[in-house]
């Protein structure tokens, strides 16, 4: 069964450091988004992608973070300058057509830890 | 705004015994999509509710979903020890996921 994979499972970065946390959809999915949950905290919404641009962001989506799908199967979430905020478990997930009528899918998460 | 609370926050019960969970929510939604999450690992879908719908089944799993009281309940029957996890209900609303706290579901052999 298709599934939607994240690298790498766990990351450690200096505070200040730029990190690149990586997903690869499932193949044939028009919909990606990232999330976070901070360790004990609900899941939060970061950020939607569609065609190539951003659909819907929330306000933790701030200037420090970008997406990217620089090929037809990855999608990046960049951190430029870490903070030890930013320390939380980071998912991937992609949908096969609007959220709104199809269920997401979701990576196995990227734990990141900011010291 | 708080979105897709559940409660309890935590429930212990015997293996074999059924297992209800409750989410409310504020808005209005074009879904409810509930989740699981053993300790530390990724989300796993496990059933998604349309807002014209009323329940759902899936094995184990009932779902309903009461627009007019802007709330859903998942009712895991016979549960097994494998179901310990938390689960998290989720309402779609512009795209976006918006998540509860979750119910820590403890199933005891």
């Known amino acids: 069964e298709p599934e939607v994979t994240q690298t790498p499972s766990h990351q450690v970065t200096q505070m200040g450091q730029e990190v690149i946390l990586r997903c690869v959809p499932i193949?044939?999915?028009?919909?990606f988004y990232w999330y976070r949950q901070i360790l004990g905290q609900k899941v939060e919404f970061l950020v939607s992608?569609?065609?190539?641009?951003?659909?819907?962001k929330s306000e933790i989506f701030d200037d420090q973070f970008s997406v990217e799908r620089p090929d037809g199967s990855n999608f990046t979430l960049k951190i430029r300058s870490t903070k030890l905020e930013d320390s939380a478990m980071y998912f991937c997930?992609?949908?096969?057509?609007?959220?709104?009528?199809?269920?997401?899918?979701f990576g196995p998460g990227t734990r990141l830890t900011v010291t | 705004s708080q979105q897709g609370e559940e409660d309890p926050q935590a429930l212990s019960i015997q293996e074999g015994e059924n297992a209800t969970m409750n989410c409310s929510y504020k808005?209005?939604?074009?879904?409810l999509q509930w989740y699981r999450q053993n300790s530390g690992r990724g989300l796993v879908h496990l059933i998604l509710i349309r807002s014209n719908e009323r329940e759902k089944h899936s094995g184990r799993l009932r779902v309903t979903l009461d627009t007019s009281k802007k709330s859903s309940s998942l009712l895991i029957t016979a549960s097994r020890a494998a179901d310990t996890a938390s689960y998290f209900c989720a309402t779609e609303s512009n795209y976006q996921l918006i998540w509860g706290a979750g119910t820590k579901l403890i199933i005891k052999p």
């Open positions: 997930a992609s949908s096969e057509w609007t959220s709104r009528t199809y269920e997401q899918y």
């Open positions: 808005t209005s939604i074009n879904n």
């Open positions: 193949s044939n999915h028009l919909y």
């Open positions: 992608f569609y065609n190539n641009e951003i659909s819907e």
